[in-house]
């Protein structure tokens, strides 16, 4: 069974105007349950997707890291288990 929704995307290094997005990336924002994003990716990028998606900054900046890289890949990796098993259950 094909899903109809992006269940979650991945961002990162998506900079600058959102208009330069493809029209594949912006319709799987507007679809997205659950984003998870750092500091690189534009606010305007962001409002293109929908209100009630779910949005997770994992952003690591020099000093600053809000999640450490082994965080951030288990959360990649129960957010891909997760919405795969919605997927195909």
């Known amino acids: 069974m094909l899903c109809q929704r992006a269940p979650f995307i991945w961002l990162a290094q998506v900079r600058g105007d959102p208009d330069?997005?493809?029209l594949r990336a912006a319709r799987l924002l507007g679809q997205a349950d659950v984003l998870v994003?750092?500091?690189?990716v534009s606010p305007g990028v962001?409002?293109?997707a929908r209100r009630e998606a779910h949005?997770?900054?994992?952003?690591?900046?020099?000093?600053?890291?809000?999640?450490s890289q082994t965080d951030i890949n288990n959360l990649l990796v129960r957010l891909a288990?997760?919405?795969q098993a919605r997927r195909q259950g």
Do not use: M
């Open 46 to 48: 962001l409002e293109l």
């Open 81 to 83: 288990k997760k919405y």
């Open 20 to 22: 330069l997005l493809t």
């Open 55 to 67: 949005r997770i900054y994992a952003g690591k900046q020099h000093g600053n890291h809000t999640f």
């Open 37 to 40: 994003y750092d500091h690189l």
